[in-house]
């Protein structure tokens, strides 16, 4: 399946580019790297990652390379072997794995950062894509339609890695020239595959645990509202940043992006529309800290002026799709 129409996908064929996707594995990058070889050719785009892909999609439809992104002959050996003209960094230690080993998630995110920055400059690498998130923002920032330009006090490394990274972002592209594009992603949810260590994992479990059991703990208390999004509108606004004309791209630190604001009891009660006796509990653990601490709004005023973006999903026509669409893959899992 693919997100968009066809008529974009046939114009943006045959364009000469060699796309590398580290992370490819992951919750964004697995949905990311088959939407970018639909553009471009399954050949054109190489999937990387610490481990193997599990998904038979990703694996069939073109290259795969195991890299570590803190290996840095390991990046310019690839970089030499594909004289890559994009590359999306996705690879990353989230904010609650985060908490964990802090030690190693800044050493992850920000050395894995300067890597492909310094690489893609050493390749003459045309454009960067690296992910932000709401996490750069803490609990000294308006908590309520969030600005682009705002008070920023994160308090876990993970998003202290992400600020710094904004910083870095600006200051390649400010003193080197380097296309480097990005967003501050809310929650993803996507039926296709898991998160891994995120706060706002709650908002992709629960709707598994709804349809196999019909009840789901949260470890979120009912009330935490937070920024999210439906993984289409994530591929599309990923999508929609790294081909908008470079000028058009103001915002060189990382752009503000929203969709949809819930909170568990919100979610629960769309899920409910579909399943009547989907119950949910609440135990709220030390990711609730971080969730407090998180905006409950964003104001993207600025993706949407400056390269026209806007999201398609609500709380409602996301929930419809999720339980559908995983609806069908359990029930294929169990015929084979
Ligand atoms: C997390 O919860 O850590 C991520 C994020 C908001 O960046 N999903």
Known sequence: MTYFAAEFIFTMANTGEAVLVIGACGQLG???????????????VVAADISAPKQAALQESGPFEKIDVLDTQNLRELASKYK?????????????????????????????????LDMALEQKVNKVYWPSSIAV??????????????????????????????????????????????????????????????????????????LEQKAYECFLGENTYLPMMYMPDAL?????LMHAPAEQIKVRDSYNLSAISFSPKEIAASIQK??????????????????SSWPQTIDDSAARQDWGWQPNYDLDAMTEDMLANLKKIKAEAIVR
């Open 30 to 44: 697995s949905e990311l790297t088959l939407e970018l070889r639909n553009m471009y050719g399954g050949a054109n």
């Open 84 to 116: 890559f003209t994009q590359i999306y960094h996705l690879a990353a230690v989230l904010s609650a794995t985060g908490e964990k080993n802090p030690k190693f998630a800044w050493r992850l995110n920000m050395d894995g950062l300067f890597n492909v």
């Open 137 to 210: 923002f803490g609990p000294n920032t308006p908590r309520h339609n969030t600005p682009q330009l705002t008070v920023m006090d994160p308090n876990t490394v993970y998003g202290i890695s992400k600020q710094a990274g904004e910083r870095w972002c600006e200051y390649y592209f400010l003193k080197y020239g380097l296309d480097v594009r990005s967003l501050r992603y809310p929650g993803l949810i996507g039926y296709k595959a898991l998160p891994g260590g995120g706060t706002t994992d709650y908002a992709v479990d629960i709707y598994h645990k709804a």
């Open 236 to 240: 599309k606004a990923t999508i929609g």
């Open 274 to 291: 579909h399943i009547p006796d989907f119950k949910i509990t609440y135990n709220p653990d030390y990711r609730q800290q971080i969730a």
